[in-house]
């Protein structure tokens, strides 16, 4: 099955933290010439803090309104024909305004992971605040599964090198 590019030339790569949503954007975007946005470092640029310190500080609605008005910037980029390749933070999709912008912004897709495989990942790293308990963490992901079921598309990502997803979504592509 191929797609077009709906309203704007832009892919929204979503799901759970650690599944590999900058890494196969960056390659992605390489591979198309198109830019890569990390939704997640373009809200800690433009705040002057890390996410960790956001949310320690502010807490998550505040983060989640930053995070909103980051991605409204991305999807007026795209709009303008500025194409472009962003990662989203693992609870952007999770947010039903941004999945109703997106839904009519570009093309979502959402990289599956088993919760185990994105445990092993990120549970050694230390910036990221909604990864700091494995219970709390699975809950989460439970949570925000139905979310990123609801995007235009699913790749799974358990067993696959970032190369391979990169083909896999440029297979999907009419560009």
Not at 119 to 127: D, I, L, P, T, Y
């Given at each position: 099955?191929?797609?077009?590019?709906?309203?704007?030339?832009?892919?929204y790569?979503?799901?759970?933290?650690?599944?590999?949503?900058?890494?196969?954007?960056?390659?992605?975007?390489?591979?198309?010439?198109?830019?890569?946005?990390?939704l997640?470092?373009?809200?800690?640029?433009?705040?002057?803090?890390?996410?960790?310190?956001?949310?320690?500080?502010?807490?998550?609605?505040?983060?989640?309104?930053?995070?909103?008005?980051?991605?409204?910037?991305?999807?007026?980029?795209?709009?303008?024909g500025?194409?472009?390749?962003?990662?989203?933070?693992?609870?952007?999709?999770?947010?039903?305004?941004?999945?109703?912008?997106?839904?009519?912004?570009?093309?979502?897709?959402?990289?599956?992971?088993?919760?185990?495989?994105?445990?092993?990942?990120?549970?050694?790293?230390?910036?990221?605040?909604?990864?700091?308990?494995?219970?709390?963490?699975?809950?989460?992901?439970?949570?925000?599964?139905?979310?990123?079921?609801?995007?235009?598309?699913?790749?799974?990502?358990?067993?696959?090198?970032?190369?391979?997803?990169?083909?896999?979504?440029?297979?999907?592509?009419?560009?």
């Amino acid at each position: 099955m191929h797609v077009k590019l709906k309203g704007s030339p832009a892919l929204y790569l979503v799901g759970f933290m650690g599944c590999g949503k900058s890494t196969v954007g960056r390659s992605l975007a390489g591979t198309l010439k198109w830019d890569f946005v990390d939704l997640d470092d373009e809200i800690e640029r433009e705040a002057g803090s890390k996410i960790t310190e956001i949310f320690d500080r502010f807490g998550e609605p505040v983060f989640r309104v930053m995070e909103q008005k980051a991605l409204v910037e991305q999807i007026r980029k795209a709009r303008m024909g500025m194409a472009r390749v962003v990662a989203l933070g693992g609870g952007a999709f999770a947010q039903k305004p941004n999945r109703l912008k997106i839904a009519t912004a570009g093309v979502s897709i959402w990289l599956k992971s088993p919760v185990r495989q994105l445990w092993e990942r990120v549970s050694s790293e230390n910036n990221r605040p909604l990864a700091r308990d494995r219970e709390r963490f699975e809950a989460l992901y439970r949570e925000r599964k139905q979310s990123y079921a609801q995007a235009d598309f699913t790749i799974d990502s358990e067993n696959s090198e970032p190369k391979q997803i990169v083909e896999e979504i440029r297979g999907l592509l009419l560009l």
